[in-house]
């Protein structure tokens, strides 16, 4: 019962982490391998409104969120939009984006080591015992785990009960088309990669109330991200959700029942099993 | 006619001082190299041992005039600093564009194990003494063999572990803590290592291990290996672990209320953002290294730190750096000038004053350091050592 519970706060927060990329990924067909940085930034504002303020950190969600969002506007609407205008084909804009976004972490890196030094920061907020049927556990990951289920179900009913979230489905089923029925791809794909960027600074922000963090930490939420997204299928919220969920029951079971040091060989062998079987991901539509 | 080879005069005088300016201003100077990481996994380590310890070192030196040489002048200091992204081939190229292209005078040893390694060769190479600090490996006979330019000065892995058994059987002998030890390892070099050589003491000793895990590195979530060590009840918790997952554990055993007598965590235990972040519930936790508290001289030297880089040291690797740094100094104004081979010869020889005591180095190695530390009242004290004077008393830990 314990590993259960564990295992969907451990979910839960996966699936925050691979949101904002689902989104970037599944609409604006953009492999941002740099949302692991924004993550941190929010991480790293959620810091400083708690150590120097001295104010809960979600307050920092204030100014975070559309900062985020406003930065990732920008970065899709000059650095990004060029690529998808030039790609000949889906293959080719994957590559591009990859790359480009791989040099734009380096940067991110840089900028957060000139900003906030390269030390690692933490903090201890809520970081009191919450007992869940007899078993403590800590709030801050309590919290954290309702936020991120908060925040995906409100952006899953959002997905699929408002136009523009009907529009945003519609591209990632198939830009073209999309098109054709007088959807402004280019605005929807700006505003769905903002908007995950915006989610990744949240999550951010949540992670830090109960992770050590500093300026080189990005790459290792990129990759957990990377897998999540892949695993549960391009594009769809509801895949990224349900993969977070078991990977992070797999891990958590294994950490559990069987040795700690399996969690990332058996995380890394789901995936493998997945792509076998169903490469287009759990919940991935065939590709377009 | 007359006006161009005015003109052409004028220019030959003022390129032929700005040159010899040039040449006068670096013999005037002592370049030395740093490079370690900014970027990368180590690069938090470093930010707090390693480049503050450089930051104060230099401009304490250039605040007094620079080194001083054998004819009475004295040379100022100029560091040449290289991020190697905590990739040991980036230190290498490094360490040789040092050499080769910037050509400097002494170079800074590297941050990590592995780096240092990887780097030993090209220091070896190229003449240049390589104080290493944060190294700690079984293999130092070996490379000091190898390499007659390497020196160690925190220990090797074996008496490490070695040293918290001997604290934890101390406890068990004063009839404070049981026999069972639970003990956990990131799947790293060094917590892998460490591991390996404390099973093997706790067996020698007599302790029983209830509980032995070791986890990834990049792990998020521990509460799965501090729930199963709390259900193996254990008198004693040891966890080789890196600054995330000490902060991680000590988090989760605070909220699972894990009451041991005997808590150990490996690196991030001796920072000061550890008491910062857990405040007096991690009084008698204990970790690597310490310091003897009531030396003045570490005092000022913590005093000075905060004040020149406004960043706190802390109270295993910082002051053994800074005493590295020291050693180099000493050396150089002993020799009294950028001789590295006499350098390098006067650091086997000779014995320096530095923060950390007296130190001699006996076949390339600093025999007596600090091992284990405990949170004592607020302040990170030694308690166990190699041979050094002022180890205080190790307290049992009662509740959080």
Known sequence: MEILIVGILLGANYSLIAMGLTLQYGVARIMNLASGEILVAGGFGAFWVFTALKLSPFVSLVFVVPAAFLLNWLIYRHLLAPLVRRAKSRGHLEVDSILATFGMSFAFVGIMLLTFGGDFFSYSYLATAFDIFGSPFGLNRVVACLVSLAVCGSLYFWLNNTRTGMALRAVSVDPVAAGLVAIDVPKLSALSFALGGAVTAAGGMLLSTFLTLDASSGVVFTMKALVIVIMGGVGDIRGAIVAAMILGLAETVVASLADPGLTLAAAYLLFVLVLLFRPQGLFGGSQS | ?400
Request: proline content about 6%.
């Open chain 2, 1 to 400: 006619m007359k006006r161009r080879s005015d003109l052409s005069l004028a220019v030959a005088l003022a390129v032929g001082c700005l040159l010899s300016n040039g040449a006068l201003h670096a013999q005037d100077v002592i370049k030395i190299g740093a490079v370690a990481p900014k970027t990368g996994p180590l690069a938090a380590a470093a930010a707090t041992t390693q480049w503050p310890n450089i930051q104060l070192w230099a401009t304490q030196v250039n605040e007094r005039g620079g080194l001083k040489m054998k004819d009475g002048s004295r040379r100022k200091i100029v560091i040449i600093e290289y991020d190697d992204r905590t990739n040991p081939q980036e230190t290498i190229k490094a360490v040789q564009r040092l050499a080769t292209q910037d050509k400097v005078d002494f170079i800074i040893s590297p941050l990590g194990t592995g780096l240092n390694l990887a780097a030993a060769p090209v220091f070896a190479q190229y003449g240049y003494p390589q104080i290493a600090v944060s190294s700690i490996t079984d293999k130092i006979d070996e490379l000091t063999q190898r390499y007659p330019t390497i020196f160690f000065t925190l220990g090797s892995t074996s008496a490490f572990a070695r040293s918290v058994v001997e604290v934890l059987s101390k406890m068990r002998g004063e009839g404070k803590i049981g026999n069972k030890v639970a003990m956990v390892n990131v799947a790293d070099a060094f917590g892998i290592e460490l591991a390996e050589a404390a099973r093997g003491a706790l067996k020698k000793a007599g302790f029983e291990i209830v509980y032995d895990k070791s986890y990834p590195p990049t792990t998020i979530d521990l509460s799965p290996i501090v729930k199963g060590a709390k259900a193996a009840n254990p008198d004693a918790f040891v966890a080789w672990s890196y600054p995330p997952d000490t902060f991680a554990i000590t988090e989760q055993a605070r909220i699972e209320k894990f009451s041991v007598k005997a808590y150990y965590t490996g690196v991030g235990t001796q920072f000061p953002a550890y008491v910062s972040k857990f405040g007096p519930s991690i009084e008698g936790n204990l970790g690597p290294g310490g310091i003897d508290s009531s030396s003045a001289e570490l005092q000022a030297y913590y005093a000075a730190h905060m004040k020149v880089t406004g960043k706190p040291a802390d109270f295993w690797g910082s002051p053994v750096t800074y005493a590295a740094l020291q050693v180099l100094e000493q050396a150089i104004e002993g020799v009294g000038s950028t001789d590295r081979k006499a350098v390098t010869e006067y650091i086997k020889n000779n014995t320096f004053k530095t923060v950390m005591g007296a130190w001699k180095f006996k076949d390339q190695q600093i025999v007596h350091y600090w091992t284990v530390g405990q949170w004592q009242n607020g302040r990170y004290v030694g308690v166990a050592s190699t041979g050094l004077p002022g180890a205080k008393p190790v307290i049992p830990k009662t509740g959080w």
